[in-house]
């Protein structure tokens, strides 16, 4: 046994070090950053200084993070609930096979999830649909690159729902959306949750997206601003590191919050079981 723990804990800590290399160090290097001035940033970069909290303002101010922040809202989670709700429409009757040709939707909803952004194909059907430059339009079209993730997740949680309460709630008179609603909503929100975060980064941190899909800039999510602010202001680092902790806080806080509930709602589900 003693054998067998020591290159479990060699490998637990390798793990950890390199997930503090290329993830928790490039976070803290940029918040560093956010909290020097510009005359400290271009003379000891690698050092922190005093630490300057106006960048905050001045980056909130100069990149006009406050309508962007607004709109990149509306946009993630409309999207993201529209991928939920679908993704739970199209996972039902996957799971409980209720429909034929199950088995070669799945693998296409499998292949979706793999394949590349296609940016000249989705411009292309904004512009014919009357998609483009509008807030409607955008949210209909982040709707599809949560979806694949969605039907999967819920797929794999409803499969190990019991089937005997289906034939209950339909022998007891209840409709299928008030089934759903009433039984399996309660049941799968740990898969719900994680359907709707991923829905939601994916439009919350999508670049292509904005600049293929916004011309006003009225409509324009943080990603737009800060990629904008970042070709007006290449020479303020630190002003543009507070505009990206300033983007990123919101769904770090979110995550955190979510990463707690999730852990609570999987261990009721156990204690259940």
Known sequence: MIRLARPRLVG???MGLLIVILFLLPVLYAV??????QQHFLVSPMTPGSPVLGNFGAAWNLADLGPELLNTVLYSVTAAFGSTVLGLLIAFPIARRLIR???PL??????GLFLPFSVIPLFAEARSLGLYDNRIGYIILHVEPGLPLAVLVLTAFITVIPAELDEAAWMEGAGYLSYLVRVVVPLARPALLIAFLYGMLNVWNDIIGPV???ADSSLFPVTRGVYNFYG???TA???LAAAIVIVSLPI???FAASQRQLIRARFMGSVKG
Do not use: K, R
Request: no cysteine.
């Open 232 to 234: 007006s202001s290449q």
């Open 32 to 37: 560093m950053i956010a909290f020097e001035s």
């Open 101 to 103: 040709g199950t088995s």
């Open 237 to 239: 680092w630190p002003h």
């Open 212 to 214: 293929v899909l916004l």
């Open 106 to 111: 799945y693998a296409l909803i499998l292949v």
């Open 12 to 14: 637990g800590v390798a």
């Open 252 to 254: 770090v806080i979110l």
